[in-house]
């Protein structure tokens, strides 16, 4: 069915349901006898999927219905005491990253609210896209990491560079390594800033799009949810040039820039 039929659908039954002398009853009532005849299945379990959930859980989360923006969200509300973004569905697998991420570096948070589709309970209210961490709770970001050159035990180059793919906790704010690509010619960004000698801008420009490139190549090797290239350096802390190795980031996308740590200490060697 058209989005315009579905969305007029959806907002008579929501407009029913919020009123006093009809509620949820005549709602669903409605959708039995009237509209579950001009909606599609899917059109169907979704709607219900969202009046099961606004009723149990409007109260809770503070819900309020959602137009048809274009956001990808049912609802707004608050979940713990941040402003959120609900989506609701009964299929997790349904859901593309990348429908979101164009939303996610700004505004409230997003929530995927999954309810069982037989009984239409809620299971789980879920963060969008990343894994938790075990110890913590934190986000998992999957990040790659340009290491430098490597050189043999005698101090000669090998003329290639490790990249290691590893998850970083927001919580913990430490790293799990994942696995380590071995390229020749894709250089550290402090490598390749170098190549530009003391021209500051145009370094400073090269070694951004570089970093970007990076990027994109291997959001295409490993997956869609990559958000962010680091570099593994040694910070200077102290005025006599003392400080710690750490993997601190080149680029983040803006869909995690709010939860990513700036940097990650790490020992000298990765």
């Given at each position: 069915?058209s989005?315009?039929?579905?969305?007029?659908?959806?907002?008579?039954?929501?407009?029913?349901?919020?009123?006093?002398?009809?509620?949820?009853?005549v709602?669903?009532e409605?959708?039995e006898?009237?509209?579950?005849?001009?909606?599609?299945?899917?059109?169907?379990?979704g709607?219900?999927?969202?009046?099961?959930?606004?009723?149990?859980?409007k109260?809770?989360?503070?819900?309020?219905v959602?137009?048809?923006?274009?956001?990808?969200a049912?609802?707004?509300?608050?979940f713990?005491?941040?402003?959120?973004r609900?989506?609701?569905?009964?299929?997790?697998?349904?859901k593309?990253f990348?429908?979101?991420?164009?939303?996610?570096?700004?505004?409230?948070?997003?929530k995927?609210?999954l309810?069982?589709?037989g009984s239409?309970?809620?299971?789980d209210?879920?963060?969008?896209?990343?894994?938790?961490?075990?110890?913590?709770?934190?986000?998992?970001?999957?990040?790659?990491?340009?290491?430098?050159?490597?050189?043999?035990r005698h101090g000669?180059?090998?003329?290639?560079?490790?990249?290691?793919?590893?998850?970083?906790?927001?919580?913990c704010?430490?790293?799990?390594?994942?696995?380590r690509?071995?390229?020749?010619?894709?250089?550290?960004a402090?490598?390749?800033?170098?190549?530009?000698?003391g021209?500051?801008d145009?370094?400073?420009?090269a070694?951004?799009?570089h970093?970007?490139?990076?990027?994109?190549?291997?959001?295409?090797?490993h997956?869609?949810y990559?958000?962010?290239?680091?570099?593994?350096?040694?910070?200077v802390?102290?005025?006599k040039?003392?400080?710690?190795?750490a993997?601190?980031?080149?680029?983040?996308?803006s869909a995690?820039?709010?939860e990513?740590?700036?940097e990650?200490?790490?020992s000298h060697?990765?």
């Amino acid at each position: 069915m058209s989005a315009e039929n579905y969305n007029k659908i959806r907002r008579i039954l929501f407009s029913t349901a919020n009123k006093p002398n009809k509620g949820f009853s005549v709602a669903y009532e409605w959708m039995e006898s009237t509209y579950c005849k001009q909606l599609d299945l899917k059109s169907y379990y979704g709607l219900m999927t969202e009046l099961k959930f606004y009723e149990c859980y409007k109260n809770e989360f503070y819900l309020t219905v959602a137009g048809d923006t274009g956001e990808h969200a049912d609802f707004a509300g608050i979940f713990g005491s941040q402003p959120a973004r609900f989506d609701v569905t009964t299929n997790i697998n349904f859901k593309n990253f990348l429908d979101y991420e164009p939303y996610m570096g700004s505004g409230p948070i997003y929530k995927v609210a999954l309810l069982d589709q037989g009984s239409f309970d809620v299971i789980d209210v879920l963060d969008l896209a990343f894994p938790r961490c075990n110890c913590c709770g934190g986000y998992l970001i999957p990040t790659i990491v340009l290491l430098d050159q490597n050189y043999n035990r005698h101090g000669e180059s090998q003329w290639n560079n490790d990249q290691l793919l590893i998850d970083v906790c927001t919580g913990c704010e430490e790293y799990t390594e994942n696995h380590r690509y071995i390229h020749s010619g894709l250089f550290s960004a402090s490598e390749y800033y170098d190549f530009f000698g003391g021209d500051v801008d145009l370094a400073e420009k090269a070694k951004e799009q570089h970093v970007i490139s990076a990027y994109k190549y291997f959001r295409r090797q490993h997956s869609d949810y990559l958000m962010a290239v680091g570099s593994h350096n040694y910070i200077v802390t102290m005025p006599k040039g003392g400080g710690h190795w750490a993997i601190n980031f080149n680029f983040v996308n803006s869909a995690v820039s709010r939860e990513m740590p700036i940097e990650i200490v790490c020992s000298h060697e990765i």
